[in-house]
């Protein structure tokens, strides 16, 4: 089982930068990919980025050139830049691993944007 804690979020103006962190209960090396999920209210949760064990990435169009998905396998994070922030970004964003043959969802953490 992996356990995950996602910190970070909070109130930013509109053009604003946040970083969001995840941290993994146990080593995160062996996970096949690490990804952040938004939910607003009234939506569907979607993806936002995702990162694999090898580094390769993707990310929703409409978050590419502003958010960027990193790991540190050494602290067991994934880490999600977000920067030129707007107020659509509002939502609860979720960190999720997915191994072979589960998928594990942290409680997330609120980013609101102002504008």
């Known amino acids: 089982q992996v356990q995950l804690v996602e910190s970070g979020g909070g109130l930013v103006q509109a053009g604003g930068s946040l970083r969001v962190s995840c941290v993994a209960s146990r080593s995160i090396f062996s996970i096949n990919a690490m990804g952040w999920y938004r939910q607003a209210p009234g939506k569907q949760r979607e993806l936002v980025a995702s990162i694999t064990t090898g580094g390769s990435t993707n990310y929703a169009d409409s978050v590419k050139g502003r958010f960027t998905i990193s790991r540190d396998n050494a602290k067991n994070t994934v880490y999600l830049q977000m920067t030129s922030l707007k107020p659509e970004d509002t939502a609860v964003y979720y960190c999720?691993?997915?191994?072979?043959?589960?998928?594990?969802w942290g409680q997330g953490t609120q980013v609101t944007v102002s504008a």
């Open positions: 999720k691993a997915q191994t072979r043959n589960y998928e594990y």
